[in-house]
């Protein structure tokens, strides 16, 4: 099983993509061919293919190629009609793996592909064929989109090898728990909720829920607490390990009033809101093994 990188870019007469392997120099593009299409996906229809975004549009792109549908078609029901992929009829009979880069990107909701090319110190210019054009391309115009395709491509290889340890922490768990690998396409909610069993439930009210039975929760004052929502805005103070916290809804809080250390001390903000600041982990982890 191979991991294929791959983006896709439609325009009113004319469809095109760009695959490649991960660490390998060849690009393989395909313009208006569905044929020279199917007879690539045939071959790697077992492989996962891997873009950025591509969850939400490229898989469908190509779904709709392979069943002989006008990808312009599903190109405007996604992006001008704001519609889910998945919603547009006669897709389902196509199957393979994906594998998403966007997911899960700590502050990646609505985060772009060239915002991504930017952290990591590529270019940023984009193509200057409109995706407006009603009619075909010229051959500068398609040269132009598979030079820039292809740089999309690399800029997902990238990001492919940065998040190699998220790839790789999916497939573990998928085979400790003996998964589909079909799996591989969820975000980490996802594969939580599928591993834990989770069922979908309605809540009316986000401070009123059942508490599992599997929790053993030591301190009876704190169950209490939360199982009795009345006033959001209310807290509970109570000392945990010689510490005083402030129990609320917003989570725990706990701090020494007065202490004096000497040595190295951390201060590390686990709530990241951009890629950037992933490389604080690393920083983190190296120092905390030093120590």
């Not at 870019?9 to 593009?29: A, Q, T, Y």
């Not at 389902?92 to 990646?108: A, V």
């Not at 005083?244 to 990241?272: C, M, R, T």
Request: aromatic letters at 12%; a negative charge.
């Amino acid at each position: 099983m191979k991991f294929i990188l791959y983006d896709w870019e439609v325009f009113s007469h004319d469809w095109l993509v760009v695959f490649k392997e991960p660490g390998k120099e060849e690009h393989i593009v395909i313009y208006n061919d569905e044929e020279k299409l199917t007879g690539f996906f045939n071959q790697h229809k077992n492989d996962i293919f891997v873009g950025f975004n591509n969850r939400h549009y490229d898989d469908f792109i190509m779904k709709a190629v392979l069943s002989g549908i006008n990808p312009k078609v599903v190109n405007d029901w996604i992006i001008t009609d704001g519609k889910q992929g998945w919603e547009f009829p006669n897709l389902n009979k196509i199957y393979f793996l994906s594998l998403d880069l966007m997911s899960d990107i700590p502050g990646g909701v609505g985060i772009s592909l060239k915002e991504v090319e930017s952290n990591l110190g590529m270019s940023i210019e984009e193509s200057s064929v409109s995706f407006d054009i009603d009619r075909k391309l010229t051959k500068e115009e398609i040269e132009e989109t598979i030079f820039y395709c292809k740089h999309d491509v690399d800029a997902t290889e990238r990001l492919f090898y940065e998040r190699f340890d998220y790839i790789k922490s999916k497939l573990q768990i998928i085979n400790a728990f003996k998964l589909s690998m079909s799996c591989i396409s969820m975000t980490n909610a996802q594969l939580t909720a599928e591993v834990m069993g989770a069922r979908k439930r309605k809540y009316y009210d986000e401070n009123i829920y059942d508490m599992p039975s599997c929790v053993d929760v030591k301190d009876k004052e704190v169950l209490k607490f939360f199982e009795n929502p009345q006033d959001a805005s209310r807290s509970l103070k109570k000392d945990i390990c010689d510490v005083p916290h402030i129990i609320a809804y917003g989570g725990l809080h706990g701090a020494i009033e007065q202490s004096h250390f000497k040595g190295n001390l951390f201060n590390f903000d686990v709530g990241l809101n951009n890629m950037a600041q992933l490389k604080d982990i690393e920083l983190y982890q190296r120092c905390a093994e030093r120590c």
